[in-house]
């Protein structure tokens, strides 16, 4: 039997990059999958972001490995769309056991180019967001007797990487969340987790540019993100490894703990 065979994920940011991989990786291990991914683009985003496209080639890829696959457009920002998900999802899947909080964005800048708008799209898709995926799916956990979350921060959630202000800001935020969520829902046998990746090698990571420039600015600020094994990125399923073991029942009494995949990053 897999590591979570027979029970239900429910996974944010699922059509690409970490989301699209903890998806597989849950599935490979027996877990049929409720996926969504916001699938449009935002403007202050300078990436190009999921489509709906990319969200089809993660249920083929869930499918492959003969599990069952719920996948819908929703926006995490938006609470009662991801609670219709989640509804639908569990409505034909039968239950919910974990949920990975994973959808996210970035942008690159110095503090004095910080928009408005892209400090309230980093903090409404990084922090609120993770905070709406947790509440519409709690009340499934309850009723399937516990369960396991797990939200995606970053190693800008343990220390305060430049040029990245509301990206830090809101991961920092969600491990004051899952820290607040473990104590109040341990009651439940609900456990919550973070993990805090280094660079991952994903679309988002690809698509950002601009860090060179700034830290030319100030080269003494380099260092901060220089990974202590010699690796400058690591690879999504690194990631999906750790989920897939918070996730699974090895992981029975881990909870409130930041597991860092950072490649040495924040012990530097």
């Not at 089809?56 to 003969?66: G, M």
């Not at 660079?199 to 030319?216: A, I, K, Y």
């Amino acid at each position: 039997m897999g590591r979570v065979e027979g029970k239900v994920a429910f996974i944010t940011g699922a059509a690409r990059g970490q989301g699209r991989s903890h998806a597989v990786r849950l599935a490979e291990e027996g877990a049929d999958i409720i996926a969504v991914d916001i699938c449009a683009q935002l403007d202050t985003v300078p990436y190009p972001m999921a489509t709906p496209e990319d969200l089809a080639q993660t249920v083929k890829e869930v499918e492959a490995l003969d599990r069952r696959i719920v996948a819908l457009p929703a926006d995490v920002r938006d609470a009662a769309a991801l609670r219709e998900a989640v509804e639908r999802g569990v409505a034909e899947l039968g239950r919910l056991d974990i949920v990975c909080a994973n959808a996210g964005i970035c942008t690159i800048q110095a503090w004095d180019e910080v928009t408005p708008a892209a400090w309230q799209d980093t903090l409404d898709t990084n922090l609120t967001g993770v905070w709406n995926s947790m509440v519409v799916a709690i009340p499934h956990l309850i009723a399937a007797g516990g369960g396991s979350i797990i939200a995606t921060s970053s190693t800008a959630g343990i220390k305060g990487l430049p040029f990245l202000a509301p990206y830090v800001a809101a991961k920092h935020g969600v491990v004051g969340i899952a820290r607040s969520l473990a104590n109040e829902l341990a009651k439940h046998h609900i456990r919550v987790n973070t993990v805090h990746p280094t660079g991952v090698d994903t679309p988002m990571v690809s698509g950002l540019g601009g860090l060179e420039t700034l830290l030319g600015r100030d080269p003494n600020l380099g260092p901060i993100f220089m990974n202590t094994l010699p690796v400058e990125i690591v690879d999504p399923r690194d990631i999906s490894n750790a989920v897939l073991f918070l996730a699974s029942d090895e992981a029975r009494y881990v909870t409130g703990l930041e597991f860092t995949v950072d490649a040495g990053n924040t012990i530097r």
